[in-house]
C-alpha cells in the first residue's frame, strides 16, 4: 500500500527555519502534484502549499506566502517544505498528500497521505 512519510518536525525556536521532507515508503511520486496540509487539534485542516508534477505551478496559504518554500527532487521520490521565520502559529501537525491528477486546492482531491509530524515552536 502507498504511503507518505513526512520527517523533520520537532521543537524549533520562533524565528528559526524548519526543513521538513516528505517521502514514499512505496510507490512514485515523480508524477503526483504534491501538497502539504496542516492541523491543529481541534481545527479543520489548511492547505499550505501545493506544487506540480511538473513544478509549473505553486500556490501558498496566505499566511505561509513568503515565509514557506516547497520544493521536490524527483530523483531521490520527496518533497520538501522550508519554512522559515517561524512563528507560533506555524506549530500545528503537517501532513503531505499527492494525487496522480492535477494540483488542487481542497483536501479532497489528494489519494496518498503521510501520518503527519508534529511542529512544537518555543518563544
Known amino acids: 500500500q502507498e504511503q507518505r512519510v513526512e520527517s523533520g518536525g520537532g521543537l524549533v525556536q520562533a524565528g528559526a527555519p524548519l526543513n521538513i521532507p516528505c517521502t514514499a515508503s512505496?510507490?512514485?511520486?515523480?508524477?503526483?502534484?504534491m501538497a502539504w496540509f496542516r492541523q491543529s487539534q481541534g481545527r479543520e485542516r489548511e492547505l499550505v502549499a501545493v506544487i506540480s508534477q511538473n513544478i509549473d505551478t505553486t500556490f501558498y496559504g496566505d499566511s505561509m506566502s513568503g515565509r514557506f518554500t516547497n520544493s521536490r527532487d524527483n530523483a531521490k521520490n520527496a518533497v520538501y517544505l522550508q519554512m522559515n521565520s517561524i512563528k507560533p502559529t506555524d506549530k500545528p501537525v503537517y501532513y503531505c498528500?499527492?494525487?496522480?491528477?492535477?494540483?488542487?486546492?481542497?483536501?479532497?482531491?489528494?489519494?496518498?497521505w503521510g501520518q503527519g509530524t508534529q511542529v512544537t515552536v518555543s518563544s
Open positions: 498528500a499527492d494525487t496522480r491528477l492535477i494540483a488542487r486546492l481542497c483536501e479532497s482531491a489528494y489519494d496518498y
Open positions: 512505496a510507490g512514485t511520486i515523480t508524477k503526483a502534484a
